[in-house]
């Protein structure tokens, strides 16, 4: 257990994903309906199939989103997504129905690509398209809210004095497998004194103050631009001042 937290903790550190160190395990690297048999014939059909067109809003935040950053370039995507959401609410109506009208009309194309692609399947096909259709956006679904945290700015998630000890002493590690310098390293963290192990453990209490500072920060833009899907949940209703990160 002790290794396997190393592991967690490096990628953690080190800002990777399993799947990305993994590259190349192949088939080790199951998604959850992996045992599901997939004819081949799917990776055509399913690239196939067109993407929902983007909502009135998106599409407008999309194409004024480089314009400002060109503008502001030291500017967090937070603070310009703010921005740009208050020209939206202040947008005309007149202007808004643009936007509004061009979604509908790719809705509507969509809706008849989709009809006219399902006609073409067998019975049998369409039950195996649900299923394949269900794996990818249960992988997509982690995957596109990591990248839209990140655009909207989201604070990174504050590391234990594991964690760091880990980042600290896997840099000046060069020699050795991954596994041997995490077991090595594992090593060295059980063998610190408690005087050695504080100072990783204010590290870690500085860091946690850092998070919630700026998540305290960061949730007040989303509330002010009409996002509070992505505020964090409280872990018990009753308890004011209980959180989840």
């Given at each position: 257990?002790?290794?396997?937290?190393?592991?967690?903790?490096?990628?953690?550190?080190?800002?990777?994903?399993?799947?990305?160190?993994?590259?190349?395990c192949?088939?080790?690297?199951?998604?959850?309906?992996?045992?599901?048999?997939?004819?081949?014939?799917?990776?055509?059909?399913?690239?196939?199939?067109?993407?929902?067109?983007?909502?009135?809003?998106?599409?407008?935040s999309?194409?004024?989103l480089?314009?400002?950053?060109?503008?502001?370039?030291?500017?967090?995507?937070?603070e310009?997504?703010?921005k740009?959401?208050?020209?939206?609410r202040?947008?005309?109506?007149?202007?808004?129905?643009?936007?509004?009208?061009?979604?509908?009309?790719?809705?509507q194309?969509?809706k008849?690509?989709?009809?006219?692609?399902?006609?073409?399947?067998?019975?049998s096909?369409?039950?195996?398209?649900?299923?394949?259709?269900?794996?990818?956006?249960?992988?997509?679904?982690?995957?596109?809210?990591?990248?839209?945290?990140?655009?909207?700015g989201?604070?990174?998630?504050p590391?234990?004095?594991?964690?760091?000890?880990?980042?600290?002493?896997?840099?000046?590690a060069?020699?050795?497998?991954?596994?041997?310098?995490?077991?090595?390293?594992?090593?060295?963290?059980?063998?610190?004194?408690?005087?050695?192990?504080?100072?990783?453990?204010?590290?870690?209490?500085?860091?946690?103050?850092?998070?919630?500072?700026?998540i305290?920060?960061?949730?007040?833009?989303?509330?002010?631009?009409?996002r509070?899907?992505?505020?964090r949940?409280?872990?018990?209703?009753?308890?004011?001042?209980?959180?989840?990160?």
């Open positions: 257990m002790p290794l396997l937290r190393g592991v967690w903790g490096l990628l953690s550190a080190l800002g990777k994903s399993g799947a990305e160190l993994c590259a190349d192949g088939s080790r690297l199951r998604a959850p309906f992996s045992f599901v048999y997939i004819p081949r014939w799917f990776s055509s059909t399913l690239s196939s199939y067109p993407k929902k067109p983007m909502t009135s809003y998106v599409r407008f999309k194409e004024q480089p314009i400002y950053k060109a503008k502001n370039p030291d500017a967090k995507n937070s310009l997504i703010k740009i959401a208050e020209i939206w202040e947008l005309p109506e007149s202007q808004k129905k643009i936007y509004e009208d061009a979604y509908k009309a790719d809705w194309a969509y008849e690509e989709i009809n006219r692609l399902q006609e073409q399947l067998t019975p096909q369409k039950v195996s398209l649900e299923k394949e259709m269900m794996q990818k956006r249960l992988k997509k679904k982690s995957i596109l809210k990591k990248r839209e945290l990140t655009l909207l989201k604070p990174k998630r590391r234990s004095a594991y964690n760091i000890f880990i980042s600290e002493c896997f840099q000046g060069k020699t050795g497998s991954l596994q041997i310098r995490l077991k090595n390293i594992n090593e060295r963290w059980k063998n610190l004194s408690d005087a050695e192990k504080q100072v990783y453990i204010q590290l870690a209490e500085d860091d946690k103050a850092r998070y919630y500072s700026e305290k920060s960061w949730e007040e833009q989303m509330i002010e631009v009409g509070e899907d992505l505020l949940r409280k872990v018990k209703p009753q308890s004011k001042g209980s959180e989840e990160y």
